[in-house]
Structures are given as structure tokens and as C-alpha cells.
Nanobody, 116 residues
Framework: QVQLVESGGGLVQPGGSLRLSCAAS????????MSWYRQAPGKERELVAR????????NYADSMKGRFTISRDNAKNTVYLQMNSLKPEDTAVYYC?????????WGQGTQVTVSS
């Protein structure tokens, strides 16, 4: 059974940091590109960051560059998202995604709220 379980979300003040984790099971994690997406209320889901299977290549949405860092530990079947200098507009549900060719899995999401 495939599972992607996100954790690490919560309430943080502007300028603060959070580290999200996504623990994967039920598929060959190291063969999949892993991504974080987010969806704010009333908005479409958008890509935050992606890391390819080896971990050597990463992509970021322009608004996250320099603030967010995606990483993965293939030995632990886990992908991380370090979020620094958080802004109120980063408030959203953050989703973990695994993709390999036409096969794609999603986690249930974790809420991140940036507010004073």
C-alpha cells in the first residue's frame, strides 16, 4: 500500500522557519521524483519544489528560491522541505508528491499557517 505521510506543519510567525517531512512507503522511493506542492484557500495547487531521484537536481518556483530548500534521504524514504523567512502568503496546505513517468502519488497534506 502506497503511503505519503507529511508532517511538520503548524503555526509560525512571519520570518520564522519550518521543516516539513514526507515519509514514503509502498513503492521504490529512490526511483521517483519527489515534489512539494501547496494550495492556498481559493487558489490552485502550485508547485513549490521538486527533487529528482538521485537528489542531484532540484527545481523551485521563483517565489521560493533562496527561502526554501528541498532535500531527500533515499535511505530513509523521506523528502524534506526547509522553509525559511516565511511570509503570510506562504500560508497553505502543503502536499507531498511522488512521480515516475505516468505513475503519481499524493499525500494528504499538512497545514502551514504564517501569522503573527
Amino acid at each position: 500500500q502506497v503511503q505519503l505521510v507529511e508532517s511538520g506543519g503548524g503555526l509560525v510567525q512571519p520570518g520564522g522557519s519550518l521543516r516539513l517531512s514526507c515519509a514514503a512507503s509502498g513503492f521504490t522511493f529512490s526511483s521517483y521524483a519527489m515534489s512539494w506542492y501547496r494550495q492556498a484557500p481559493g487558489k490552485e495547487r502550485e508547485l513549490v519544489a521538486r527533487i529528482f531521484s538521485s537528489g542531484a537536481i532540484t527545481n523551485y518556483a521563483d517565489s521560493m528560491k533562496g527561502r526554501f530548500t528541498i532535500s531527500r534521504d533515499n535511505a530513509k524514504n523521506t523528502v524534506y522541505l526547509q522553509m525559511n523567512s516565511l511570509k503570510p502568503e506562504d500560508t497553505a496546505v502543503y502536499y507531498c508528491n511522488a512521480k515516475r513517468y505516468w505513475t503519481e502519488y499524493w499525500g494528504q497534506g499538512t497545514q502551514v499557517t504564517v501569522s503573527s
